[in-house]
């Protein structure tokens, strides 16, 4: 771990809650632009607006096109159990 609360896996793509895992902000982003997202994020997450926390997780990266280039598929919202981070989640939790 890198001093995140949940695991992070070792291309640093996906960090775990409860088995599952959950794709990481793109690290590309600017902090500006970061902040800003996130900002919109929590405003539209608090207007209950659904297409709003949609549009914001997407300019994250968090959902739609992944931000890796070298063309891995995307296991967001998969059991790590049942990905190719498998091994590595079960090494985790001993």
Excluded: C, I
């Amino acid at each position: 771990m890198t001093g995140d609360p949940y695991p992070v896996t070792p291309d640093g793509r996906y960090f775990v809650v409860r088995g599952r895992l959950w794709r990481k902000t793109n690290p590309s982003l600017s902090e500006q632009e970061r902040v800003a997202l996130v900002a919109d994020l929590m405003k539209a997450r608090r207007a209950r607006d659904r297409p709003g926390v949609d549009r914001a997780k997407r300019a994250l990266g968090e959902r739609g096109s992944v931000w890796w280039t070298d063309g891995a598929p995307d296991y967001n919202r998969r059991m790590a159990r049942n990905t190719p981070y498998a091994e590595w989640f079960a090494s985790t939790q001993a």
